[in-house]
């Protein structure tokens, strides 16, 4: 299967690889806005993508939205997998000229490869990216046209299906009804990683409908750029809800499947401390996704030790995340609904 995806990528690559800022992601509810909803992203966020040929060499020039709460420009090779010592994030660079694979050799770019440009929108900016924003990029001294944010857009809608069925079957069954824990990379689906990004999840058995994450943030951390869950099904890895978390504020969340009503087992919509995500209606593989942006590490020193690609335990991610860890979890059963009469 991921020899599959190798060979959508790579023809992809080569296909758009005159022109820049080719195909966008931007994972919303709104289905005429929605495309390239895959990886479990948030739908605050949106992925503009360029590709390149082998050995090509590109700069970038311009700035990172000032708007956002955080951007980054990445390199990625004909596996979706990221190519060392190419990302820049809005910790490391404001404005200017980017070569973004100056210190990357020859070696690692024989191959066709993509740049994209992350830009994670604050709660309420829906507008994506403007033309005036990309970066201008250049190529052996000629700079690229950039498509329409329209046509971007139809790109991602036409990749959509495909790398969806494709990613939905790399997965192994996940452990159910557990704490938050970060997956082996081997098991999780995954494309375009970012490696400013720490990823937990847990998810409910067959017989549970929903769950409940209790937990509280305290101060903000500078290298913390954001934190959020996204309810995703992985069986086509495409995100359902998401919510951003806010500093020095407890939270109640429940995580629910789309048939059933988060007031039978206890939220209270007059309560602001407490939220919900839907999965939509007959989800097949519903799991919860923690993202973690910390720029720590492209500070020069990582906060946290959950680098790796091995399984890291509810336990020993509780350890190393402090309050950034929820304190608790609660599965429901359909028989768990509360009764307001005793």
């Known amino acids: 299967m991921k020899a599959f995806i190798q060979i959508i990528l790579k023809s992809l690559y080569i296909y758009s690889s005159n022109t820049s800022w080719a195909i966008l992601s931007y994972p919303s509810k709104n289905q005429t806005l929605n495309a390239l909803n895959v990886a479990s992203p948030s739908l605050t966020t949106?992925?503009?993508?360029?590709?390149?040929?082998?050995?090509?060499?590109?700069?970038?020039?311009?700035?990172?939205?000032?708007?956002?709460e955080?951007?980054?420009?990445?390199?990625?090779?004909?596996?979706?997998?990221?190519?060392?010592?190419?990302?820049?994030?809005?910790?490391?660079?404001?404005?200017?000229?980017?070569?973004?694979?100056?210190?990357?050799?020859?070696?690692?770019?024989?191959?066709?490869?993509?740049?994209?440009?992350?830009?994670?929108?604050?709660?309420?900016?829906?507008?994506s990216l403007q033309d005036y924003e990309k970066f201008n990029v250049t190529v052996r001294g000629y700079t690229q046209e950039a498509l329409t944010e329209e046509q971007a857009r139809d790109n991602g809608k036409q990749l959509q299906s495909e790398l969806q069925k494709s990613l939905g079957k790399i997965h192994?069954?996940?452990?159910?009804?557990?704490?938050?824990?970060?997956?082996?990379?081997?098991?999780?689906?995954?494309?375009?990683?970012?490696?400013?990004?720490?990823?937990?999840?847990?998810?409910?058995?067959?017989?549970?409908?929903?769950?409940?994450?209790?937990?509280?943030?305290?101060?903000?951390?500078?290298?913390?750029?954001?934190?959020g869950f996204m309810a995703t099904d992985l069986y086509t890895t495409a995100t359902d809800d998401s919510l951003e978390l806010s500093w020095n504020q407890p939270y109640s969340l429940f995580l629910m499947k789309g048939e059933y009503d988060p007031k039978d087992y206890g939220y209270d919509p007059k309560d602001p401390t407490q939220r919900v995500l839907y999965w939509n209606t007959g989800s097949i593989f519903p799991t919860v996704v923690l993202r973690i942006i910390d720029?720590?590490?492209?500070?020069?020193?990582?906060?946290?030790?959950?680098?790796?690609?091995?399984?890291?335990?509810?336990?020993?991610?509780?350890?190393?995340?402090?309050?950034?860890?929820?304190?608790?979890?609660?599965?429901?059963?359909?028989?768990?609904?509360?009764?307001?009469?005793?």
């Open 46 to 68: 949106e992925y503009w993508i360029s590709s390149f040929k082998a050995y090509d060499r590109p700069i970038f020039e311009g700035s990172f939205p000032s708007w956002a």
């Open 70 to 127: 955080y951007s980054s420009l990445s390199a990625y090779d004909d596996q979706g997998l990221p190519i060392p010592g190419s990302s820049v994030n809005t910790a490391q660079f404001q404005s200017g000229s980017i070569d973004l694979l100056k210190y990357v050799d020859d070696s690692l770019l024989s191959q066709p490869y993509a740049v994209i440009h992350r830009v994670y929108r604050p709660p309420g900016h829906d507008a």
């Open 172 to 227: 192994a069954d996940f452990y159910s009804n557990t704490k938050l824990y970060k997956p082996s990379t081997k098991f999780m689906p995954g494309l375009f990683s970012n490696l400013d990004a720490i990823y937990l999840i847990c998810s409910p058995s067959r017989d549970n409908v929903g769950l409940r994450i209790d937990g509280t943030l305290g101060d903000p951390k500078e290298w913390i750029s954001f934190i």
């Open 295 to 342: 720029v720590s590490c492209s500070m020069g020193d990582c906060e946290y030790d959950l680098g790796g690609d091995a399984y890291i335990s509810p336990l020993r991610c509780w350890k190393n995340l402090k309050d950034l860890y929820p304190r608790k979890v609660t599965y429901f059963k359909e028989e768990d609904v509360v009764n307001y009469d005793t």
